[in-house]
């Protein structure tokens, strides 16, 4: 049985760190009312969605960059956004920083439906970058520094679906799909912040779209689920920020896409029907997964190479010269 919901993937171009949040407020308002025009249910903003990137920027005192941070959503300067998308009965998700009144940072996206009451929140669970000044990048990424982790993915009931949430660097791994997966979820919004330049290994510049791209559709492929994936993108102080935003279908298959780096609305129709194609076949997990076998996963962190593997290495011939001379 079909169930249609019309998703608008908003990518935003740059925000720059003295854009206001009125003013990137506005931007997002339009963006919505694109979107309502062009008769989506769903509108899926990008993370950090805001401010501009602010982890690339190393400063002593954290708390310094507190104003980055919304200790309530909606606060006074969202609420127009909120208000707006109900008068237009159209739901979004947003990426923003969140500052709880613990004092806890993170990095978070909610899930808000058309009458504009939030029904999921999400917080990011694998943090890139690093957690000290390294001064010898062009830019930092001290996502490690500025947020703490959250604790896992949860879905939730909305758009006559199941939904789940991810965050940009979340897309790289397959964990992340698969927990969604395995409580059901249908459509997966996942809003990103991707710099060009990967300074640990420059030779992945090039790449950036096509892992982009390779992540999101296998992670739809293989758990059977929609996945929407947004950008915030262009030239942000400096930094170029991939666009290619796009809305994955359970087949992988690219159905909308972005083609520039600025403000842009890509739309499809995602029928929520289709992931049982998937789900009860080739993906059925209840039938062919073997959880017994997989435990390896949860039970360490880091690569083990087994010891009989590494004495059987060292004691090998075996060199990787090319060959005899
Ligand atoms: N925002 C975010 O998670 N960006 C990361 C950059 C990785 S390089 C430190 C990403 O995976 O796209």
Redesign the pocket.
Known sequence: MSRIVTVGAAQTGPIQRDDTRAEVVERLVALLRQGADAGCDLIVFP?LALTTFFPRWWVEDRAEFDHFFETEMPGPDTRPLFDEAARLGVGFHLGYAELTPEGQHFNTAIVVDRQGTVIGKYRKVHL??HHDHQPWREFQ?L?RYYFDPGAGFGVFAGFGGVLGMAI??DR?WSETYRVLGLQGCELAMIG????IH?APDPSQDVLQGFHNRLCLQSGAYQNGMWVVGVAKAGEEEGCDLLGESAIIAPSGEVRAACSTVGDELAVAECDLGLCANYKDTLFDFGYYRRPEVYGTITAQQGVVVPPDVVAALENSDDDDTGGAT
Do not use: A, V
Request: net charge negative.
């Open positions: 993370e890139p970058g990424h996502e940009c660097n790289r990103y912040n991707t710099p990967y």
